[in-house]
């Protein structure tokens, strides 16, 4: 079992910054991809970002790239979500996601955290 914990959502200002933190705690965490996705009110879970094991390679969304930065410290068991140029379609609840198989899937992960709210105010 893996247990994840996001934070570091909140309000912000169109054109502003915010980074989640995810932090994870049981199996070995350097073991699992790493995602983090987002889900707005009426619309399907997105990937908006993921990160391999070892942190060597990384997605993006077309809708992020450039803003929106992914990482991991495995050292610390956290994956971090750097947002930047925040938009008004950046509001979601975003989720970080552990899972083997390397995927901007949903299904593909085994493991959730609760989710963080951001809202970015126009």
């Known amino acids: 079992q893996v247990q994840l914990v996001e934070s570091g959502g909140g309000l912000m200002q169109a054109g502003g910054s915010l980074r989640l933190s995810c932090a994870a705690s049981g199996r070995t965490f350097s073991d699992y991809n790493m995602g983090w996705f987002r889900q707005a009110p009426g619309k399907v879970r997105e990937c908006v970002a993921y990160?391999?094991?070892?942190?060597?390679?990384?997605y993006y969304a077309d809708s992020v790239k450039g803003r929106f930065t992914i990482s991991r410290g495995n050292a610390k068991n956290t994956v971090y979500l750097q947002m930047n140029s925040l938009k008004a379609g950046d509001t979601a609840v975003y989720y970080c996601a552990a899972g083997v198989q390397l995927s901007a899937f949903a299904d593909d992960y085994t493991y959730w955290g609760q989710g963080t709210l951001v809202t970015v105010s126009s």
């Open positions: 990160i391999t094991w070892g942190g060597g390679s990384t």
